[in-house]
């Protein structure tokens, strides 16, 4: 603080305006720090032709419902490990494998012998079915890679989600939009991404940007998606006449939809990688928990006027609904090359209205009682 003079009268005290030129001690600014050979970058305006993706936007910015309680946490894929009976089923396959190599040599011989158009009808149709498996087995492998990127970029988005580098987010979302290129649903994301692509300077500020525009769209057709399988599932399971049906349907609409959100974003998984996913799906609810049916449950989805008519079979159908919901959820969490930062995490109450909007329909339609197994 300056000296004041002990002759001078008091200063009274006065408002003024921020942007007053006279109220600033100095009309110079100081100029930015740049790097080492960095050339500074000229003030721009938004293109007009970007549409941006705007926090109203996001399939899942419902407000919270009091069934929150039953969405799963944020699943995560099971490490991959040797273990002794993975040692023990690559062994009997290899000893099948040359079993089935010899039995074909065997044949394919005694058939030359015997008949010698014979021998190279089966020679074709070995070298067929030899060119077939080739071509199977490095789909698959293509397959379980694809699932493997994803789950790497997700992992490597989530750890520099908050201290990247504008470098490391440019890399990243590259990889991103790479991956999810082929997807119709993203091509007004990967536009605005190129076109404010020198624009956002922050590393995580550019990341939650890709992530509005890549991810939204795709998330509102992953919430599409999972509502049909769901509701498919409790129409199903509330008229049908025999629990096995209901365990059948119910494991062909969790396999399906599963496979669905993995193609959705990017992942397109062969067999074996479908396999390996739905098992960690699958264990990841195993360990979360199940819905726990009852008529506290029910009046809360759908209200105390409407679970009082609700027969058992149509509670039952909107339980098996809800769990058919959280399969989708966990499988958006396994499938998403991108965690949930800026985009909110879909819950079951996200579900709800469209899982039980066909309540009142479906119970004027009394069901046929259920056989014993």
């Known amino acids: 603080m300056s000296e004041r003079d002990p002759g001078a009268a008091p200063r009274k005290p006065r408002s003024f305006r921020v942007d007053d030129p006279a109220a600033k001690p100095s009309s110079e600014k100081p100029e930015p720090q740049k790097g080492p050979g960095e050339r500074p970058r000229k003030p721009a305006a938004i293109p007009v032709n970007a549409s941006l993706t705007m926090a109203q936007d996001d399939p899942f910015a419902a407000e919270p419902s ?3 309680a039953l969405t799963p946490p944020p699943a995560t894929a099971r490490p991959r490990r040797m273990t002794a009976g993975k040692v023990l089923m690559a062994s009997l396959g290899l000893l099948l494998a040359l079993a089935l190599g010899i039995w074909t040599d065997s044949l394919i011989r005694s058939l030359f012998e015997r008949v010698p158009w014979l021998g190279w009808v089966a020679s074709a149709a070995a070298a067929g079915a030899a060119l077939a498996l080739i071509v199977l087995v490095v789909k698959e492998i293509l397959g379980i890679r694809r699932l493997a990127k994803v789950a790497g970029l997700r992992e490597a988005v989530a750890v520099k989600s908050k201290t990247a580098t504008a470098k490391e987010a440019r890399a990243l979302t590259a990889e991103v939009s790479s991956l ?3 997807n119709p649903l993203t091509a007004r994301g990967r536009r605005n ?18 992530e509005r525009e890549l991810m939204a769209s795709l998330d509102r057709q992953a919430r599409l998606l999972t509502v049909n399988s769901a509701k498919r599932v409790s129409v199903v399971t509330a008229v049908s006449p025999r629990a096995i049906v209901d365990l059948a349907y119910v494991g062909f609409e969790a396999v399906r939809l599963i496979r669905a959100l993995a193609e959705l974003y990017g ?6 990688g479908m396999i390996r996913l739905f098992r960690d799906v699958i ?3 195993a360990v979360t928990g199940t819905i726990a049916a009852g008529d506290s449950l029910i009046q809360q989805v759908v209200g105390h006027g409407v679970a009082a008519k609700l027969s058992a079979r149509l509670g039952e159908g909107v339980i098996n609904g809800l769990m058919t919901a959280r399969i989708g959820i966990s499988a958006m969490d396994l499938c998403r090359p991108m965690p949930f930062s800026a985009l909110k995490r879909p819950g079951i109450g996200d579900f709800m209205a469209d899982i039980t909007s ?16």
């Not at 692509?197 to 940007?209: M, N, R, S, T, Y």
């Not at 066909?358 to 197994?373: C, E, H, I, W, Y």
């Open 66 to 68: 009091e069934l929150e």
């Open 180 to 182: 999810v290129s082929a």
């Open 193 to 210: 991404l190129k076109a404010l692509d020198g624009e956002i300077v922050d590393g995580p500020q550019f990341l939650a940007f890709a």
């Open 267 to 272: 992942g397109r998984p062969g067999t074996i």
């Open 283 to 285: 264990a990841h609810l």
């Open 358 to 373: 066909f309540a009142g329909n479906t119970d004027k339609s009394q069901a046929t009682p259920r056989k014993p197994l």
